[in-house]
């Protein structure tokens, strides 16, 4: 590595590109793309793949593409394409004019299939789906020859053409490469390239009924498109002789070479498409974008930013082994992001009502508050405090542990960059025995100060004004399942969730400087945690907080400690 770069970081994908680099493959080219197929919407995984893509392509001054993976109609949309591109942009990456779409090369795909044909490397088959299952042998079993495979270039170009021309019904005639029957790699045992599939598609609606498989349509999109570097994931290890195949069979000069890496799997929640879109279409979460979802737009509605989720990808990096990260990671990089962004307020979560009986009944004062404890750059706000406040109902106890520095009775407490108070009586409600309010006294002497007196008032805890505070809805998120694991347990996953990854409070009530928050901006609730404006049911005076992350540290606590 050279001195300008050595905070750039390395893996063994990188360690491929330098390589080819001082071997001067590609002409120094570095090209890759980004290659999702429009069916859903893109989850934490993707962005480790974006951010790997993208940002090879920036360190080595090469591009990016967006390439739409549609050759599969069924459950592809607009919706989707439009959501991944609004989502890779909000990740901070852009294809500049490169967004492409495998869709746009039917016609040249087709055509070299056909070409494929007349070398005599492809063959239309019909035997059944399931007859060629049993054709295919398995890893001990060698497989059987089609009964088609031995068909003349011009039967099977004749049949491609009527295939094309929708002659047939879905599933009686695929097109299949020409390779090996007994090759170890069931892979290559004459994989189907090409289906019969009477769907319309979301961009050239009913115009083709025949659709290429994604192990031919990829590599030839790639190729199209020259990219140096095809980077995926380590599932499709075996095909990269099938890509390497098709590559030799039809595209001469340079071609682009496929390196695998071990996808991101998170703890306490699924990143598998297939579960998401279960998640979502059997209303077990409130779409796509539900805080609690591990997908782009569910992480950026709790109130994630692109730098921290960045930061989570370069903290994981690229690893040729399948792991399971743990979600406190993710959570300590939002955290570590957070806590240098995110002005200081004031909101009480489950509030009781505290009376100081000695303050003047409609005296008001105001008292500045530092918006960031290390940044003054970021302002002071000034917090009206009055007669009746609220407190967090916790923050009192009646009969209190010995060491229970907050307010109880005979003890004094310090209201947060304003008075100390002592505690005086409590009211109970008749019936249910619940306390509902706190009668306090304030020593005026306290204002902003340390106590005088030499006195010990060692809690701190935070408040709001009644009659100032605005009245808000919070949510606090956990975990959206139970088990670590929830893929890999017996059963059906969704017996995992977790009941309780959703809880909504209120009536809270939150300092008046929120009283415009702009939906999506972010805040530290003073020994909370840090929440978001919700940006779907927020409004201007009725805000809706979203809790993205405690502010306890698990993460940062084990990497300090080693454990
Ligand atoms: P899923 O397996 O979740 O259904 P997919 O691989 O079918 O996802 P695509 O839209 O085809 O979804 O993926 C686009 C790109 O993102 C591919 O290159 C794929 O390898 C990569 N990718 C998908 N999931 C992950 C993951 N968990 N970690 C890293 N990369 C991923
Ligand atoms: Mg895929």
Redesign the pocket.
């Known amino acids: 590595m050279t001195e300008e770069n050595n905070n750039a970081p390395s893996d063994f994908i990188r360690e491929i590109i330098d390589d080819d680099l001082r071997e001067d493959r590609n002409q120094g080219r570095v090209a890759t793309r980004?290659?999702?197929?429009?069916?859903?919407y893109?989850?934490?995984?993707?962005a480790?793949?974006?951010c790997?893509n993208f940002g090879i392509a920036a360190q080595y001054k090469g591009t990016c593409n967006l390439r739409f993976?549609d050759t599969d109609p069924s459950g592809e949309s607009l919706e989707f394409v439009e959501s991944i591109i609004n989502d890779i942009h909000w990740l901070g990456f852009d294809w500049e004019d490169r967004l492409f779409f495998a869709s746009d090369y039917f016609e040249k795909l087709y055509q070299l299939a056909c070409e494929l044909i007349k070398a005599g490397k492809a063959y239309v088959c019909d035997l059944t789906a399931d007859e060629i299952r049993e054709y295919r042998g398995s890893f001990t079993e060698p497989g059987k020859e089609s009964p088609n495979r031995n068909r003349s270039v011009d039967e099977n170009l004749d049949l491609f053409e009527r295939m094309r021309a929708g002659e047939f019904e879905d599933g009686t005639h695929v097109l299949r490469a020409r390779i090996d029957m007994t090759s170890p790699n069931i892979v290559m045992r004459d994989p189907v390239i090409y289906r019969i599939k009477r769907a319309p598609h979301y961009r050239t609606g009913d115009t083709w009924v025949i659709y290429p498989m994604y192990d031919f349509a990829h590599c030839l999109s790639d190729a199209l498109e020259s990219i140096t570097h095809s980077?995926?994931?380590l599932?499709?290890e075996n095909n990269r002789p099938l890509y390497d195949w098709i590559m030799n069979q039809l595209i001469s000069g340079s071609r682009p070479q496929q390196i695998e890496?071990?996808?991101?799997?998170l703890s306490y929640t699924v990143?598998?498409?297939?579960?998401?879109i279960e998640l979502v279409e059997k209303g077990l979460v409130n779409g796509w974008d539900d805080p609690r979802m591990p997908t782009v737009s569910g992480l950026r509605r709790r109130g994630y930013t692109p730098e921290a989720i960045r930061n989570f990808c370069a903290e994981i990096g690229v690893a040729k082994n399948d792991n399971l990260i743990d979600v406190a990671l993710l959570e300590h990089c939002v955290r570590d992001d957070l806590n240098e962004k995110a002005p200081r307020v004031m909101g009480v979560l489950r509030p009781i009502r505290v009376v100081i009986d000695n303050y003047p009944e409609d005296g008001v004062e105001e008292f500045e508050f530092a918006n960031h404890p290390q940044n003054p750059e970021m302002g002071t706000r000034k917090v009206p405090f009055s007669r009746v406040l609220y407190i967090e109902r916790d923050d009192f106890q009646e009969d209190p542990p010995g060491k229970y520095k907050r307010l109880a009775p005979g003890r004094e407490v310090r209201l947060r960059n304003a008075y100390v108070i002592r505690y005086e009586r409590m009211v109970k409600d008749e019936e249910t025995g619940e306390i509902t309010e706190l009668h306090c006294t304030y020593d005026p002497e306290t204002r902003n100060a340390s106590s005088p007196d030499g006195r010990k008032v060692k809690g701190v805890i935070h408040w709001v004004s009644a009659e100032h505070s605005i009245p808000a809805e919070v949510r606090l998120y956990d975990r959206l399942f139970q088990v670590a694991d929830p893929a890999s347990e017996s059963g059906d996953f969704t017996e995992y969730l977790n009941p309780e990854s959703l809880e909504t409070l209120g009536p809270c009530y939150v300092e008046p400087s929120l009283k415009n928050a702009e939906p999506g901006s972010r805040y530290q609730f003073e020994r909370l945690g840090y929440f978001s404006v919700d940006s779907g049911d927020s409004q201007p005076e009725k805000p809706v907080f979203n809790r993205i992350v405690a502010l306890r540290d698990t993460w940062g606590k084990r990497a300090a400690t080693g454990k």
């Open positions: 980004f290659p999702p197929e429009p069916n859903g893109i989850h934490i995984g993707h480790k793949s974006i790997l993976d980077i995926c994931t599932e499709f890496f071990a996808r991101l799997n990143i598998s498409k297939r579960m998401l």
